[in-house]
C-alpha cells in the first residue's frame, strides 16, 4: 500500500494542462464502439478507470487502437458486440459498471460485471431497478456487484424519475433506451452532467431535453465522429483549490471542460471569495473549454446552495480543503451521495480534518466545517483507497507547517495518473513512497 508524504509547500505558479475528463473519455469508448465507422479520439485519460472500459470493450469484439491519449475505435454498431469469454473487470470504476448495465443489458447474451473490492461494496440498485423495469434480468450480491446480466431480453421504454439526482443513473437508462422498443425517458430532480446527451447527439442521435426530462427513441443508430476530450474539471479542481489556499500563487489551468452541468466547483470557490476567472472560453465537439486563472484568495465560509450539490458532487473533498482554510463557517446539505462514492467520502474527510485539528461537525447529508489552522497531525490520514481523498489532503500541504501522510494512494493513477508530477512541477513537494 502506497502513501504520500507531503511537506509544507507556500508558492504555487506557472501553467498546467491536467488530464482528459474521465466521464468524457469512459463515454467515447462506450458510444465509439457502438457507432458505424471508426471513431477517433484525442485528449483521451490514460488513467484505470478509462483503461477498464476501453479493455471490456475490446473483450466484446471491438478493435480500439491506443497510441497515447489517442484512441482509434472500429466501431461495430449497435448490434455488433459479441459475449466476452470471461468476466469483465472493471476494476475501481463505478462508471463503467453502471453505464455498461444498460448497454448490456439488451445483448443477445450473457454477460457478468466484476470490480475490485471498492466498487464490490458500491450500491447498483439504483441502475438495477430501472432496468428491470424494462424488462433487464440482472442478479446482483445483494444489489451490489458482481452483477450478472442476463442477454436476448426484450426491453421497453420507461419513463423514469430519477429518485437521487445521479448522472450515472440517468445514462445508464438512456443507454438501454437506444435498445428498448418505444420512448424513454428520464426525469431528474436536479441537474448532472450531461456528457451522455451531448456525444449521443455528435454522434446523430436524436434526444429530445425539455427542463429536466430527457427523452429518446430506440431503434437509431450512432454515426462515428472525432471527439476531443478536454481536461477534467474534476481533476483541475484540486489546483484550483491549491492556487486559492496557497499563501503565494498565480495558476492557469489550460483547456478545461466548463460544461454547465459541471461548474457547480467555479461558483462554489467564486462564492467563497476565491480570485478565479475564465478566459479563452470556446466550443470544441459541443464541449465548452476555457483557461482557468487562479490567484491567492481570501476565502470565507458559506452555506452551500443545495442546486449547486449535484454540480460538484465528485468535487466536494477538495472543496473541504478550501472551506477548512476559509474565515467562518462553511456548511454542506443535500450531499447524501457522498456517501457511496469510493468512501463515505463525508466521514473520510471528516475523520482527516479531525487529524488536523479542524473542527467540523457530520450531518446525516452533509457536514460543518469551521475554518482554522492546520495543526501538526496527530496521526496518518486514511484515504480509505479513494483517490480524490488522497489529492484533497495532498492539497492541505499549501496551508500546512508540518509534514502531511496520506495512506492509501495507490487509486489515484485510476483517474490522474501524474497528480504528483504536475503538483511539483508548480511549486508543490509531494513524495509516493
Request: glycine share 10%; with cysteine.
Amino acid at each position: 500500500m502506497s502513501k504520500f508524504i507531503t511537506q509544507p509547500a507556500k508558492k504555487l505558479l506557472g501553467k498546467l494542462k491536467v488530464p482528459g475528463d474521465k466521464s468524457i473519455s469512459h463515454r467515447s469508448i462506450m458510444l465509439g464502439s457502438l457507432a458505424n465507422g471508426i471513431t477517433e479520439v484525442s485528449g483521451f485519460l490514460q488513467g484505470e478507470d478509462a483503461l477498464a472500459t476501453l479493455e471490456a470493450f475490446q473483450k466484446m469484439g471491438v478493435k480500439i487502437e491506443r497510441d497515447g491519449d489517442k484512441v482509434t475505435i472500429h466501431g461495430v454498431g449497435l448490434y455488433g458486440l459479441k459475449q466476452p469469454d470471461s468476466a469483465l473487470d472493471l476494476g475501481n470504476s463505478g462508471t463503467s459498471m453502471r453505464l455498461m448495465s444498460g448497454i448490456l443489458a439488451a445483448q443477445n447474451f450473457d454477460s457478468e460485471l466484476v470490480g475490485d473490492e471498492s466498487l464490490s461494496k458500491r450500491p447498483m440498485g439504483r441502475v438495477i431497478d430501472p432496468l428491470t423495469d424494462m424488462g433487464a434480468v440482472i442478479e446482483s450480491n445483494d444489489g451490489k456487484p458482481p452483477l450478472k446480466i442476463k442477454g436476448a431480453q426484450l426491453l421497453k421504454g420507461i419513463d423514469y424519475d430519477l429518485p437521487v439526482a445521479s448522472a450515472q443513473v440517468k445514462s445508464c437508462v438512456l443507454l438501454a433506451g437506444l435498445y428498448a422498443q418505444g420512448e424513454t425517458c428520464v426525469s431528474e430532480p436536479e441537474t448532472t452532467r450531461d456528457h451522455t446527451e451531448r456525444m449521443l447527439k455528435g454522434l446523430g442521435y436524436a434526444v429530445k431535453v425539455e427542463g429536466n426530462k430527457i427523452c429518446l427513441s430506440g431503434g437509431g443508430e450512432l454515426t462515428a465522429m472525432k471527439i476531443q476530450v478536454p481536461s477534467d474539471i474534476s481533476s483541475a479542481t484540486f489546483f484550483m483549490v491549491a492556487a486559492a489556499i496557497a499563501p503565494q500563487a498565480d495558476l492557469t489551468l489550460e483547456g478545461v471542460n466548463i460544461n454547465p452541468t459541471r461548474i457547480g466547483v467555479i461558483d462554489i470557490l467564486q462564492l467563497m471569495g476565491a480570485n478565479l476567472s475564465l478566459s479563452n472560453k470556446r466550443e470544441i465537439g459541443g464541449e465548452l473549454l476555457a483557461d482557468i486563472r487562479i490567484q491567492s484568495s481570501q476565502l470565507k465560509g458559506i452555506y452551500i446552495p443545495v442546486e449547486l450539490v449535484p454540480l460538484a458532487i465528485d468535487e466536494f473533498p477538495a472543496i473541504f480543503i478550501a472551506a477548512s482554510c476559509a474565515q467562518g463557517e462553511t456548511v454542506l446539505t443535500s450531499a447524501k451521495e457522498l456517501r457511496v462514492k469510493e468512501s463515505d467520502r463525508i466521514q473520510v474527510m471528516a475523520d482527516g480534518l479531525d487529524i488536523l485539528g479542524i473542527e467540523n461537525e457530520v450531518l446525516e447529508d452533509g457536514i460543518k466545517i469551521q475554518g482554522g489552522l492546520f495543526q501538526k497531525p496527530n496521526g496518518i490520514i486514511e484515504s480509505h483507497h479513494d483517490h480524490r481523498i488522497s489529492m484533497s489532503f495532498a492539497v492541505a500541504s499549501l496551508r500546512c507547517e508540518h509534514v502531511i501522510e496520506i495512506n492509501g494512494v495507490d487509486n489515484v493513477k485510476t483517474s490522474f495518473p501524474n497528480f504528483v508530477e504536475l503538483a511539483n512541477s508548480v511549486g508543490m513537494n509531494i513524495v509516493e513512497i
